[in-house]
């Protein structure tokens, strides 16, 4: 039998307290990144409130403490990090308790980058679809909803904190999660039950939960629902929430049922307006999907359930002339592109703006609406590219790219519009 001296006893003992003591990270990520700033959120496990471990080339490492630390489960914590000042378009490296993640700043002017978008995983999805997205190295993950399937209908955050740690403790999750910055913008699923609306019964803590455990952009409501918008170089983004403001398919249709209500549908208005003279493009990152005909049925869980209010957007938008507007969507288990051809929902018929599905991340295929110009694909494993090509010049190129998990090609389009305003 080994026998050790008393004192190295006494150190391995003493070591190992410390290490069951140390925290661990149990899942982490970054979001709200502009060219100045970003934020990071991290769970861990164990005493202690760690600081954050800022690195890029050619900068001395820099400390950051936590800024906002929640409970959650006994002896765990959700922390939140501030991290500014940044240097613009610039790749950074953070490490909290020894866990480690990677995000790019956002670039100022014109600029060419790369989004990735996709929606739809089965809680705690293993899927290799997630290091195939990885592999691209996108500027930013653009999430479309249904991060988790757990139909939640309780009103408890703890009940949505367990959820996001099946979906975020997941390994093949991590391997993205970590490699670069995420936008996410729930669906129905991961908002309430199935088809959910602003009469969910978990509203309230599904709200209360993604402020925790999100790293996000400013809210443009102080109402709870989760609208907001940012920019990557001459490019803004539209973020709508068309969950928790939906009126239920117990209102029957008229120019009075809304989808987004009277607020947020205020705000895009006002945001596609500046937009139109301030930016080269907008996106319009509308998780549901836009294009379908009027079925007469207030249960679709689509915009063909809300046609009033889809013919008042369009009408809106082709009359304030917005025309370097494109739509990115999920929901649907499909990737699928339209030009324009079949989003004729103004008053004058033309085509307004091209539409871009992507999913399912893992979920069986399924297709909703259309018909779409460049086809649909019903499948799982399947995300979406955006490429922005904007080198300065009178107009901006964008390239879209439906793929598989195996990095298969199934549809393509890309088109470019004139710049009409200054840019940022």
Same mark, same amino acid.
């Given at each position: 039998?080994?026998?050790?001296?008393?004192?190295?006893?006494?150190?391995?003992?003493?070591?190992?307290?410390?290490? #069951?003591?140390?925290?661990?990270?149990? *899942?982490?990520? =970054?979001?709200?990144?502009?060219?100045?700033?970003?934020?990071?959120?991290?769970?861990?496990?164990?005493?202690?409130?760690?600081?954050?471990?800022?690195?890029?080339?050619?900068?001395?490492?820099?400390?950051?403490?936590?800024?906002?630390?929640?409970?959650?489960?006994?002896?765990?914590?959700?922390?939140?990090?501030?991290?500014?000042?940044?240097?613009?378009?610039?790749?950074?490296?953070?490490?909290?308790?020894?866990?480690?993640?990677?995000?790019?700043?956002?670039?100022?002017?014109?600029? =060419?980058?790369?989004?990735?978008?996709? !929606?739809?995983?089965?809680? /705690?999805?293993?899927?290799?679809?997630?290091?195939?997205?990885?592999? %691209?190295?996108?500027?930013?993950?653009?999430?479309?909803?249904?991060?988790?399937?757990?139909?939640?209908?309780?009103?408890?955050?703890?009940?949505?904190?367990?959820?996001?740690?099946?979906?975020? /403790?997941?390994?093949?999750?991590? @391997?993205?999660?970590?490699?670069?910055?995420? +936008?996410?913008?729930?669906?129905? %699923?991961?908002?309430?039950?199935?088809?959910?609306?602003?009469?969910?019964? =978990?509203?309230?803590?599904?709200?209360?939960?993604?402020?925790?455990?999100?790293?996000?952009?400013?809210?443009?409501?102080? !109402?709870?629902?989760?609208?907001?918008? $940012?920019?990557?170089?001459?490019?803004? $983004?539209?973020?709508?929430?068309?969950?928790?403001?939906?009126?239920?398919?117990?209102?029957?249709?008229?120019?009075?049922?809304?989808? @987004?209500?009277?607020?947020?549908? #205020?705000?895009?208005?006002?945001?596609?307006?500046?937009?139109?003279?301030?930016?080269? @493009?907008?996106? *319009?990152? +509308?998780?549901?999907?836009?294009?379908?005909?009027?079925?007469?049925?207030?249960?679709?869980?689509?915009?063909? /359930?809300?046609?009033?209010?889809?013919?008042?957007?369009?009408? $809106?938008?082709?009359?304030?002339?917005?025309?370097?507007?494109?739509?990115?969507?999920?929901?649907?288990?499909?990737? #699928?592109?339209?030009?324009?051809?079949? +989003?004729?929902?103004?008053?004058?018929?033309?085509? @307004?703006?091209?539409?871009?599905?992507?999913?399912?991340?893992?979920?069986?295929?399924?297709?909703?609406?259309?018909?779409?110009?460049?086809?649909?694909?019903?499948?799982?494993?399947?995300?979406?590219?955006?490429?922005?090509?904007?080198?300065? /010049?009178?107009?901006?190129?964008?390239? *879209?790219?439906?793929?598989?998990?195996?990095?298969?090609?199934?549809?393509?389009? =890309?088109?470019?519009?004139?710049?009409?305003?200054?840019?940022?």
């Amino acid at each position: 039998m080994r026998t050790f001296s008393p004192l190295l006893l006494f150190l391995l003992v003493n070591t190992a307290v410390v290490a #069951a003591g140390a925290p661990t990270v149990a *899942w982490m990520w =970054s979001g709200a990144v502009t060219p100045q700033s970003a934020r990071v959120t991290v769970k861990i496990v164990g005493e202690g409130t760690p600081p954050l471990l800022l690195e890029t080339d050619g900068e001395a490492p820099r400390t950051f403490e936590v800024a906002v630390r929640r409970p959650a489960e006994v002896g765990a914590a959700v922390l939140a990090y501030e991290l500014a000042p940044l240097r613009p378009d610039t790749r950074y490296r953070y490490t909290v308790a020894g866990s480690t993640g990677r995000f790019r700043s956002h670039p100022v002017g014109p600029a =060419s980058f790369t989004i990735a978008l996709g !929606s739809c995983a089965q809680t /705690g999805s293993e899927h290799p679809v997630f290091g195939t997205i990885a592999r %691209h190295e996108p500027l930013l993950f653009l999430h479309t909803g249904d991060l988790h399937y757990e139909d939640i209908a309780e009103n408890s955050v703890d009940v949505f904190r367990r959820a996001y740690g099946r979906a975020l /403790g997941s390994a093949a999750q991590t @391997l993205l999660f970590r490699s670069t910055a995420v +936008n996410y913008n729930w669906d129905d %699923h991961d908002f309430g039950p199935n088809n959910s609306d602003r009469t969910s019964p =978990s509203r309230e803590a599904s709200r209360a939960a993604y402020r925790e455990m999100v790293p996000h952009y400013p809210f443009a409501s102080e !109402s709870g629902a989760i609208y907001h918008a $940012f920019t990557i170089g001459r490019v803004r $983004f539209l973020v709508t929430d068309t969950r928790s403001e939906r009126d239920p398919p117990q209102v029957p249709a008229g120019p009075e049922r809304t989808l @987004l209500g009277r607020e947020q549908k #205020a705000w895009l208005k006002r945001e596609l307006l500046a937009a139109r003279d301030r930016d080269a @493009l907008v996106v *319009w990152v +509308n998780s549901v999907p836009w294009i379908g005909a009027d079925t007469g049925s207030e249960n679709e869980d689509r915009w063909t /359930g809300f046609t009033h209010e889809r013919a008042e957007l369009s009408a $809106f938008i082709e009359q304030n002339g917005i025309h370097h507007l494109c739509v990115l969507s999920g929901d649907a288990h499909m990737v #699928a592109i339209d030009d324009g051809t079949n +989003n004729r929902y103004g008053p004058g018929g033309r085509p @307004l703006f091209p539409v871009f599905h992507a999913a399912a991340l893992d979920r069986k295929g399924s297709v909703k609406g259309g018909p779409y110009s460049h086809g649909a694909f019903g499948g799982p494993g399947q995300f979406g590219l955006m490429r922005v090509i904007d080198t300065g /010049g009178p107009e901006i190129r964008v390239e *879209w790219s439906g793929r598989t998990h195996e990095d298969v090609e199934l549809v393509r389009y =890309s088109f470019t519009r004139p710049v009409r305003g200054m840019g940022r």
